[in-house]
Each structure stands twice: as structure tokens, then as C-alpha cells.
């Protein structure tokens, strides 16, 4: 009798982690669903569960999201005078939500509208850059993620683009998870492919920890302008890269 209670515990308990798993799961896979389909807008669900954890590990997880620009640094600007840094820390405080609620430890290098460099500095783009880069180099097990928006001469050009750092082998395979997730759930006409960021992303070239620069839209496409300025739209955009982080630490960690 002893021995039947004891294994209807154990079978008990392993069920509940189960449907616990199937759960979290589920919510999941129905929101990026629900993305594919090109619903209006997301659900932000206020409970835990609602997300599914990277595991025990993910409290020493830490993942750097860096809203480019800021402050006098307005970044690319869109006809309508939409300017990027604005749009950069909207998709990142909405990632920043998203992570947290898997337990996942989020520093931002910008949390409001602001440069950092001191306002007397002679070089302020310079002392910026660096204040980024020291951000994230302090930051033990971490991986860099930098929000941007993209603009180009000729409007028809749309859609999300991943740039990776070539200092650390895994930023390549963040890169592809990002670019491969967008184009599953976001953005299916979306053919592009991930590209080495190069010396002239300053902060891609210095970063030795996985570092990726994500340009989520073009400014210079009107159409995609509205969309980029939809919370709706900047809600999907962080839940893809939510997604994306998830998979990687799933498959990296």
C-alpha cells in the first residue's frame, strides 16, 4: 500500500510539472501564432506563467538591451519627422517586460531619453559609445542586443535586418535565431540575410561577448513608418526577439 502511494506522488508530481510545461509552452507558441497571423495586437499576460522560463540557469542570464541613440542623437528620421531613438527605446522597454517576466536578468544602457556623455564633453558621440561599451563589458554572461531602425535613399525598401559581431562565435548564431524568427512569425516576404557587422559598427567591432544590432524597419518606407510607430507593432517586434532569445539560450546554454 506504501509502495502504490509513494509511486501515485511521484507520478503525481511529474504530471503537474508536465501540464506546468505544456502550460507555458502553449501561451507561447499561440502568441507567436498570433503574430504569424497578423493579428492586431498582443496580449502582454501580467502572470509568469504565461512565459516560458529558460530553466534554472536563466537567473544567471543577463541580457544588455541597448536603445540606440538618445538625447541630442535623434538617429535616422522618417518623412513624417519620426525620429528613431524614440522608436528604439519603445521596442526595448517592451523586450525588457518580456524577459524579466522569464526571470531573465535585463541591464538597459538607456532607460529614458538621454545621451550618455557628459553635456561639457567635446566628443559626445565618442564618450557615448564607450559608456555603451563599458555597460555591457561588466556585465558577466551576458549577450548584447542593440535596437535600431533603418533608413535608406530609395523608399521600397522594408523589413527587419540583423547585423552580428565577429568577436565571439555564438553573436552568428543569435543573429540567424533573429533573423529566422522574424521571418517565421513576422515578416514571411522577409528574404534577408544576417550580415557581419564590420568595423564601422563601433560597438559590434569592440563587444568580445555575443553582440547583435538589430535594425527592425525602415524609416525611409512611409508604410512601414506607421508600423513601426503602432505599440501594437513594437509589442510583436520585442516578442519576436523575446522568442528568439529564448531559442538561443535553449540551444546555447
Known amino acids: 500500500m506504501m509502495k502504490t502511494a509513494v509511486i501515485y506522488l511521484c507520478s503525481h508530481t511529474f504530471l503537474k510539472r508536465y501540464v506546468s510545461f505544456f502550460l507555458k509552452f502553449s501561451i507561447c507558441a499561440a502568441l507567436l501564432l498570433g503574430m504569424a497571423l497578423g493579428f492586431g495586437n498582443l496580449i502582454f499576460w501580467q502572470d509568469k506563467t504565461a512565459f516560458p522560463t529558460v530553466s534554472e540557469k536563466g537567473n544567471s542570464l543577463t541580457v544588455v538591451i541597448d536603445a540606440g541613440h538618445g538625447g541630442r542623437d535623434g538617429g535616422a528620421v522618417a518623412g513624417d519627422g519620426t525620429l528613431e531613438k524614440h522608436l528604439n527605446l519603445a521596442v526595448a ?143 510583436k517586434l520585442a516578442l519576436c526577439l523575446y522568442a528568439s532569445l529564448i531559442r538561443y539560450f535553449s540551444e546555447n546554454t
Open 93 to 235: 522597454k517592451h523586450l525588457k517586460a518580456l524577459l524579466e517576466s522569464a526571470d531573465i536578468r535585463v541591464v538597459m544602457t538607456r532607460e529614458t531619453d538621454i545621451e550618455l556623455a557628459s553635456p561639457d564633453s567635446s566628443h559626445k558621440k565618442a564618450d557615448d559609445l564607450n559608456a555603451r561599451l563599458n555597460i555591457a563589458s561588466e556585465c558577466e554572461n551576458a549577450v548584447f542586443v542593440s535596437i535600431h531602425m533603418n533608413r535608406f535613399p530609395v523608399e521600397k525598401y522594408r523589413g527587419l535586418q540583423v547585423y552580428y559581431s565577429e568577436n565571439h562565435e555564438q553573436s552568428l548564431s543569435l543573429a540567424q535565431t533573429v533573423q529566422t524568427v522574424a521571418e517565421d512569425t513576422l515578416q514571411n516576404t522577409n528574404g534577408r540575410k544576417i550580415k557581419p557587422a564590420g568595423s564601422s559598427i563601433y560597438l559590434m567591432a569592440h563587444l568580445e561577448i555575443p553582440a547583435i544590432l538589430v535594425e527592425c524597419g525602415f524609416l525611409s518606407n512611409p508604410e512601414e513608418t506607421e508600423l513601426l510607430k503602432s505599440e501594437a507593432y513594437q509589442k
